[in-house]
């Protein structure tokens, strides 16, 4: 289906090089203000602020939606167009030289994890905002309009971006985010219409490309020293609701050889998941987050335990491989332990390789402004994954130091952050040329 | 320091003798109204009940709140005199023939764990009220006043009868309880004053004995088809709140060997106190009841854990050499997995035998009755062992069917609850002939 996917981006960019040949002017455009970016940055960490560091701007609260006011702000000072679709995304337009071309989509997310960065997702919409302001003050006119996004909700599983595909459900808008609020009542709360999402959706070519830049969130760039990673595919995301069933009874009365302890039974799957996925060779990870005991009390021996289950891969033959070996660990847990498990999916992101097309761009562009590359997988999700289906996408990413991400203690320095939104700028005037 | 206890209960007894001899009419006092103790039962379930069955009527809650005043009707209606003492404490006074001796005192709780059954705690508190109800109504009126109380906040640690004993600090008021109160704002919630705290305190003499009625919880008494349960005993328990130290990071991005994954350890942690408390031969408990992973989210490795453990034995020593080998587990497990454990001591209840003379009466008493009984420990804490440091203390335990307690599913024949409450009654009737 990818392989599908990359022909039909092929032909989008055949057919926009015809429209005319690459302005190599356009190759001497300005470069991106670091410090304004970097201002730009600390100041969008103030909605959300955790006494600690880092920010707890988890999608539909209202830190959420008042870090979108602030970026709705820049937008305009940026001289964009703003709106709102149906599915909370925030879409700012500049107007390109022939309004009949399909227009360059650049932007990512402002919505963190509880605890988390300054830099997940604050970095790639910043830096496209600052792309479209650089482009405006140089008086740099591209062919095409250029749109920067928002994405609403990424960290809860890229709603917004699937929103645009047309793919939320209505059992999906009915789960409770982790704000609180359903998704459906998340997404009225930004300014979107959840019963209007069709009016979101962004058909196949309708953009000429997608690019997304965002931190690493790993630790391969710092540890090489490599400015710009170029990423060759983000990889697939399952995630499962696992329900463990035993007995609740008195923890005082009810003899060790009697119980039903659903948190004994969750505690050797949790080692289970562990185990399973360190034991075959790769860069495959497996990863229990959330865990709770029900009824929860000290003198309560729990009769209910619900946690999460993610696994992670390039290749989805072996994310099903690992949950099944998953499974069966767990059948056998169950058995000896007299609970039941049960797996609900949640999330289910295919891998998504990038545009060959679009990553020699970004590569081409970073080694024109002399920084060094790596291509290298994306072991996050991101809302490029999705747009990969209707659009020629790549993302950028930049070091985080460290390898550290979804923490406090998030950081990329501002010299690497200025760098990439200079490849990202770099980037579009590449992409517009052709 | 509980044999020196008995010494002085036994003066008590003794004193008490030499007012009177034996009034042997007593003997012949009316028996308890099974239909309406059961009535009232059915009647405080719905405080707090839950669709599943059972109620969560835990402490400082509004349920809580109304269950109190419902039984506090109950005991105006049972012609007591009632009062809330500073530790929210519910006391309904009958009087004596002879103000000038020190009364008995009966009762338990009304209060519930999350998700708990509809007996735990009710059954005696409203035995006692029957017990009373049953005397006025037959114009019983004993040598000695008699008291019965309503203990608060006893799934939570025993906090109204250890509030009697002089023993709350301002560290155990400040914490927050399953009601998401404060304990010091839960007392004052149910019309206690945490300000006045020593106007509620019970001196040692105060009462000449103290006698609960109680459902066993664990499932001897069913089992083997024996009507009451004499207990010899309260096992200690001693709980602790376990923090386990991680590194929160992207759980995409994170090679497994590089995480420092607090669930993963917590979930080691788990295993090792099961296997700790099984490893020698006795009827020792040791439960983890409660777990929380943060930040929370399926796609972030948990970088903290927080989780209960609760240790239970007759010997206090036993508990001592558990908790010793469950320490020396978390610091292998933190060395292996990069984290760290700390415990904070939460409870701390010593093993606490009751008074052999008031056993003796219940036996007796259950005896004249025609019922079987059993000698047998209680695995579960009461508020009597606190108040055994105080006046001679027994238990009456009706059984449990299945020995499920805790759980919306817990039961007590309605038989069963009558036998205990006669027994109640006839063991006050023999106590005040001392």
């Known amino acids: 289906m990818h392989r599908m996917h990359r022909r039909d981006f092929a032909r989008t960019l055949l057919a926009a090089a015809v429209v005319g040949p690459p302005r190599l002017s356009a190759l001497a455009a300005p470069r991106v203000n670091g410090a304004r970016l970097d201002a730009h940055l600390a100041e969008l960490s103030a909605f959300g602020r955790n006494p600690q560091g880092g920010v707890s701007r988890v999608a539909y609260s209202e830190a959420d939606r008042q870090g979108r006011e602030y970026v709705m702000g820049l937008m305009r000072a940026a001289g964009l167009d703003v709106r709102v679709d149906a599915g909370a995304n925030i879409f700012g337009r500049r107007k390109g030289r022939d309004a009949s071309l399909a227009p360059l989509l650049i932007g990512s997310h402002t919505d963190s994890v509880p605890e988390g960065g300054n830099y997940d997702g604050a970095v790639g919409s910043l830096g496209a905002i600052e792309v479209a302001q650089t482009l405006a003050e140089s008086g740099t006119v591209l062919r095409r309009p250029l749109d920067v996004v928002v994405w609403s909700n990424e960290e809860g599983g890229l709603y917004g971006s699937r929103a645009a595909l047309g793919e939320l459900t209505d059992r999906e808008l009915a789960l409770t985010s982790n704000s609180g609020k359903t998704v459906r009542d998340g997404i009225r709360f930004l300014g979107g219409n959840p019963d209007d999402l069709a009016s979101a959706r962004i058909a196949k070519g309708a953009y000429a490309a997608y690019v997304e830049l965002h931190i690493e969130q790993g630790g391969t760039l710092d540890r090489e020293h490599v400015d710009i990673g170029v990423v060759e595919g983000i990889v697939g ?35 289970a998941v562990n185990r399973v996925v360190r034991s075959v060779p790769g860069r495959q990870v497996g990863t229990v987050g959330r865990i709770q005991a029900f009824p929860g009390a000290p003198n309560v021996i729990p009769g209910r335990v619900v946690c999460s289950l993610e696994l992670r891969d390039l290749d989805a033959a072996k994310i099903r491989m690992l949950f099944d070996r998953v499974r069966a660990e767990s059948d056998a847990i169950a058995k000896d332990s007299g609970t039941t498990f049960t797996f609900r999916p949640t999330v289910e992101n295919v891998p998504a390789p990038t545009d060959p097309r679009v990553r020699q761009v970004i590569a081409d562009a970073a080694k024109s402004l002399g920084l060094t590359t790596k291509l290298l997988p994306s072991g996050a999700g991101h809302d490029a994954q999705d747009m990969a289906r209707v659009a020629p996408t790549g993302m ?8 550290i991400s979804h923490a406090p203690n998030e950081l990329s320095r501002p010299k690497d952050v200025e760098n990439g939104a200079n490849v990202l700028l770099e980037t579009v005037v590449r992409l517009d040329a052709l």
């Open 237 to 271: 995301i399952d995630q499962w609701e696992v329900t463990v069933e035993g007995f609740a009874n008195h923890a005082g009365t009810t003899p060790m050889d009697q119980r039903r302890d659903a948190l004994l039974a969750a505690a050797r799957f949790v080692e």
């Open 396 to 403: 950028i990413f930049v070091p985080s130091v460290g390898g």
